[in-house]
């Protein structure tokens, strides 16, 4: 009577099959992990160097004065940043106008980063109350 000891080629390559969509499946998913990742830290860059100016009571006053501006964000080299004030409107109703907040007005910043220039801008807006 003969033994059968090991494997046959049909079994190792059916290993070999399974071990290669498996490690395919790790993969793709490791590296869609590490896209999601760099996508996250860009963002949080873009909204730390916004938190930062404006935070900025000095630099928010300016841009309040000059009703907008751009420019290179202060130590935070590669970032520029646009920023658009407008008259607060508060909107009523579907139907009606928006009201005009006296003494208030709407800052929006928008940051972008500069090496790239192709990314979309992450911007936030805040109120704020008319300089005297």
Known sequence: MKRNEG???LEVLVALLVTGICLAV???????SMRLRVK???VDEAVQAAQNLLHDEAFVTE?????GG?????DAAPWQYQARVEPLRWATGSDQEPLLVEG???LTLC??????????????TGWYRAIP
Request: include cysteine; charged fraction near 15%; aromatic fraction near 10%.
């Open 40 to 42: 996250a830290e860009s």
């Open 104 to 106: 208030m007005w709407e």
């Open 111 to 124: 940051v972008t980063k500069a090496a790239h220039g192709t990314g979309a801008p992450r911007c936030v």
């Open 7 to 9: 494997f046959t080629l």
């Open 63 to 67: 841009l309040l004065a000059r009703r």
């Open 70 to 74: 751009s420019g290179p964000v202060p």
């Open 26 to 32: 790790v993969f793709q998913s490791f590296s869609q």
